[in-house]
């Protein structure tokens, strides 16, 4: 039986250099995936290859640090979420993620005051190992953050633009760059054994901001995504692109048009781990999805109608979009994942989340 035009087999795979030779075709294509995927291949990125070439070469010298260097930046010391991660230190719907991280997000100042919103205190600085231990990692390592965060905000508005709402549709939803910042993770998936039993790099979710960037810094096979019929389809590398996914505040303020697509990663088998830098762009902290009611072209509605309903996923994270303000979902998610930084920092909500305390695996999923 052919595949329907929604129900689709394969990520797509635009090539960004085509907006300069053929504008209407790449938004074309943008548009298709966007409403009937959730997931596409971006080849020739407008981010320097040099610097992404340098940062792979960095990923492995940073997890071959000592221990107790990479538990000195351990996130657990952050109230904003950002550090090192140990093996198995962070969960998803109730089972361990097999995967060591480190968690550093774009430079930013912590704007909370006493009495302010908790989830101000979301974002803030980084931490970052020592200098002497990984010469130049640093400043190679924000020059990426930076290009990248250039192109999510331009991709974002050729988003705007393939959903008829002009270049400027979805600004609305930042705001000035003092105020914003975008979160990564450099990510080491180790090997596991064959028939070990345990596979979950990291397990069924969806993305909670606009958009995710990922660098899939390895040649391995293991990125995941699920189609309209609930089936998984793989998501292999590719040389020279990055894979971009839409995240469920997208998909809320959008009414469905862009497709927040359910994605896990599968632990290598093999000889070497497997290596990714996801980049996730957020919106506003106080940003309420349901202040602002897009209004789109009704055939671009028809597109979305004809998509057809999607079958129950795995994945059911980031569902309080309806009743709360961005910050809010997003420092939830956070606790929910991982719930000793919560305990530390966020006592109330951990116990809110975990009112019998963590003695072994969590689902609050």
């Known amino acids: 039986m052919p595949e329907s035009a929604a129900n689709f087999s394969s990520v797509p795979l635009l090539d960004y250099a085509l907006l300069s030779t053929d504008r209407d075709e790449f938004i074309l294509q943008l548009r298709h995936a966007l409403i009937n995927v959730g997931f596409l291949y971006l080849s020739n990125p407008p981010v320097s290859s040099e610097v992404i ?32 991660s140990r093996l198995g230190a962070e969960f998803t719907k109730g089972a361990v993620d097999y995967r060591e991280q480190f968690d550093i997000a774009t430079p930013h100042v912590c704007r909370w005051k006493p009495g302010e919103p908790d989830y101000y205190r979301l974002w803030g600085p980084s931490q970052w190992p020592e200098e002497t231990s990984v010469p130049g990692f640093k400043a190679t390592y924000e020059q990426y953050l930076a290009e990248v965060q250039s192109l999510s905000y331009e991709f974002s508005s050729l988003i705007s633009e393939a959903f008829g709402l002009g270049p400027d549709g979805l600004s609305h939803f930042y705001d000035s760059d003092d105020l914003m910042q975008h979160r990564a993770k450099i990510v080491q998936y180790p090997i ?4 070990a ?9 969806y993305d909670a901001g606009f958009l995710t960037f990922l660098l899939q810094a ?10 309209l019929s609930g089936e998984w389809i793989n998501a ?6 990055f894979v971009v996914n839409i995240g469920k505040a997208l998909e809320f303020v959008t009414k469905g048009l862009a497709r927040a697509t359910s994605h896990r990663v599968l632990s290598p088998k093999g000889t070497t ?22 209004q789109f072209p009704p055939e671009i509605l028809k ?4 998509r057809g309903d999607v079958a129950p996923t795995d994945s059911v994270n980031f569902s309080e979009f309806d009743r709360e303000p961005s910050g809010r979902v ?36």
């Open 236 to 241: 292999p590398p590719i040389p020279g692109t």
């Open 53 to 84: 070439k340098s940062l792979i070469g960095y990923i492995p010298k940073l997890f071959a640090l000592p221990q107790e260097e990479k538990d000195r930046i351990k996130m657990a010391n952050s109230q904003h979420f950002l550090g090192y």
């Open 330 to 365: 997003n420092l939830i998610g956070r606790v929910k994942s991982h719930p000793d930084v919560a305990e530390r920092h966020y006592p109330e909500l951990f116990k809110q989340y975990f009112p019998n305390g963590i003695t072994g695996p969590v689902s609050v999923y």
């Open 303 to 306: 597109l979305r109608d004809a």
């Open 273 to 294: 781990p497997r290596y990714s830098v996801p980049f996730f762009q957020n919106i506003g902290l106080g940003k309420r999805l349901t202040d602002v009611d897009l």
């Open 197 to 205: 039993g345990k596979d979950q790099g990291v397990g069924p979710h």
């Open 192 to 195: 596991v054994e064959a028939g």
């Open 218 to 227: 390895s040649p391995h096979d293991g990125l995941q995504v699920q189609n």
